[in-house]
């Protein structure tokens, strides 16, 4: 079945540094989704990416979507305590197919 | 509205209790979705119901029992439940089903002791 796998399942960040969080899908996907969860809340929508090669920024985070559409990255710059949470990709076979959702990175910020 | 609300948000159950979990939409979203999620663990999907039918039911035991008694309500009915079904129950909805992004609610925290 489809796997989607996100590396690394832990980053410690300190305080205005940057990061990437990476995402790889078993197979070839139609849209990626990355959700963001605050620690005991739920998961938030932050952009899909449906375009092979394509970029999305929004503000200090900076979505991309790679040539052959099997994997994603999200990059965080400046990084802020309200970034403190974790990130998953979800990964879409077919416009209707499920979601399937990596394994999440949790991100822990260093004042 | 761009809320998805479920009720309770906490529920603690014996293994012999029958409760159910509820989720409500008035965004008009026409498919609606059930995710569990343990502890440091990605959302699961569990069953997903599109224009008011069953589409997927990600062959999840007969315990859980989903129920949509109209495209804005979306029932979790549980019975017998075992220890290890301790999880948050995840809400969604979408559009119409075909990609989109989803809208989570709160979750309800359900403990089975």
């Known amino acids: 079945g489809q796997q989607v796998m996100q590396i690394p399942q832990y980053q410690h960040v300190q305080e205005g540094e940057d990061f990437t969080t990476y995402c790889n899908s078993s197979t070839t996907l139609s849209n990626i989704q990355w959700y963001k969860q605050r620690p005991g809340g739920h998961p938030v929508f932050l952009i899909q990416l449906v375009k092979s090669g394509e970029v999305k920024k929004q503000k200090r985070l900076t979505f991309q979507f790679g040539e052959a559409k099997k994997n994603s990255s999200l990059h965080i710059t400046a990084t802020q305590t309200t970034d403190v949470g974790t990130y998953f990709c979800?990964?879409?076979?077919?416009?209707?197919?499920?979601?399937?959702f990596g394994g999440g990175t949790r991100v822990l910020v260093k004042p | 509205d761009t809320e998805v609300t479920q009720t309770p948000k906490h529920l603690v159950m014996g293994m012999t209790n029958k409760k159910s979990l509820k989720c409500e939409q008035h965004m008009g979203h026409r498919a609606m979705y059930w995710y569990k999620q343990k502890a440091k663990k990605p959302p699961e999907l569990m069953f997903v119901y599109s224009y008011e039918k069953l589409s997927i039911n990600e062959s999840v035991p007969s315990r859980f029992s989903p129920e949509c008694p109209n495209s804005s309500l979306l029932n979790l009915h549980l019975h017998a439940l075992q220890p290890e079904d301790s999880a948050l129950y995840l809400c969604?909805?979408?559009?119409?089903?075909?990609?989109?992004?989803?809208?989570f609610g709160s979750g309800t925290q359900l403990s089975v002791l």
């Open positions: 979800a990964g879409q076979k077919a416009a209707g197919n499920k979601l399937t």
């Open positions: 969604a909805s979408s559009p119409t089903g075909s990609g989109e992004k989803l809208f």
